[in-house]
């Protein structure tokens, strides 16, 4: 018998792609990433499934393991898409860092990080190491 949890995912087709959608979840919990989670990997391990996508459209909150999780599948060679995410969670440092977006409202996980986040400064930081070290003597005598 299929549990409250079950009823609110559904699965659609969008461009070849199988769509996993947790109907109107605004704020998704640790059980909704499981939920996620074994979808996923009933589909690819025994669907044999290669093209997946999640709609976003209703997510406001995602758990930190999601970017995680959906890397770990790319990573085993399957594409993953994002459709219809919030602005605010477009504006999610993983989410500008490894999808491009390739539709007006789909958004395909990209290998590699798409901008350099290391700091080209060539500051001298040792400067601030010496100040602590000098201030945490003082705090000894």
């Given at each position: 018998?299929?549990?409250?949890?079950?009823?609110?995912?559904?699965?659609?087709?969008?461009?070849?792609?199988?769509?996993?959608?947790?109907?109107?979840?605004?704020?998704?919990?640790?059980?909704?990433?499981?939920?996620?989670?074994?979808?996923?990997?009933?589909?690819?391990?025994?669907?044999k499934c290669?093209?997946?996508?999640?709609?976003?459209?209703?997510?406001?909150?995602?758990?930190?393991?999601?970017?995680?999780?959906?890397?770990?599948?790319?990573?085993?060679?399957?594409?993953?898409?994002?459709?219809?995410?919030?602005?605010?969670?477009?504006?999610?440092?993983?989410?500008?860092?490894?999808?491009?977006?390739?539709g007006e409202?789909?958004?395909?996980?990209?290998?590699?990080?798409?901008?350099?986040?290391?700091?080209?400064?060539?500051?001298?930081?040792?400067?601030?190491?010496d100040w602590?070290?000098?201030?945490?003597?003082?705090?000894?005598?």
């Open positions: 018998m299929a549990t409250s949890r079950h009823l609110r995912m559904t699965l659609h087709n969008w461009d070849d792609y199988t769509v996993l959608d947790l109907i109107g979840v605004e704020i998704w919990d640790g059980a909704d990433l499981a939920l996620l989670r074994d979808t996923q990997s009933d589909l690819v391990m025994n669907k290669r093209l997946m996508g999640v709609n976003m459209e209703h997510v406001k909150y995602i758990p930190s393991g999601f970017f995680g999780m959906l890397y770990d599948w790319h990573e085993y060679g399957v594409k993953i898409r994002l459709y219809n995410p919030q602005p605010h969670v477009a504006e999610m440092l993983w989410f500008r860092q490894f999808f491009k977006r390739i409202n789909t958004y395909a996980l990209q290998g590699k990080p798409r901008y350099d986040l290391v700091p080209q400064d060539s500051s001298d930081w040792t400067a601030d190491a602590l070290e000098a201030e945490t003597m003082s705090t000894k005598n």
